[in-house]
């Protein structure tokens, strides 16, 4: 798993310069996602944890991280439902 993320990065570095940039991302979801430039910036913004413009491989790991606990949420309250039989939340 590890290994397959971190040749996602090595795909959007283009620069190889070990991080991703505003451009190579906006490049990269626009290329294979069609998003519009305003919404790829966006991304990016949410994503770059530290404000230095651009994306360490920490802080890409930290949002693939982020993207498998979100959508596993749904099934952990689906689970915590289960066990709550008095419906009281806790």
């Known amino acids: ?3 397959h993320l971190e040749a996602q990065f090595k ?3 283009k620069e190889g310069n070990g991080t991703i940039l505003v451009h190579e991302l906006v490049e990269a979801l626009k290329e294979n996602l069609d998003m ?3 919404k790829s910036r ?5 994503l770059d944890l530290t404000g230095d ?6 802080e890409f790991l930290a949002a693939a991280c982020q993207r498998r606990f979100l959508a596993q949420e ?3 309250q689906d689970a915590f439902k289960r066990f709550d039989v008095d419906n009281t939340g806790v």
């Not at 413009?53 to 920490?58: A, D, F, G, I, T």
């Open 1 to 3: 798993e590890t290994d």
């Open 11 to 13: 795909r959007l570095d």
């Open 53 to 58: 413009k651009q994306l360490n491989y920490s």
């Open 74 to 76: 749904g099934l952990i």
């Open 42 to 46: 966006e991304l990016f913004s949410k």
């Open 36 to 38: 519009s430039e305003e």
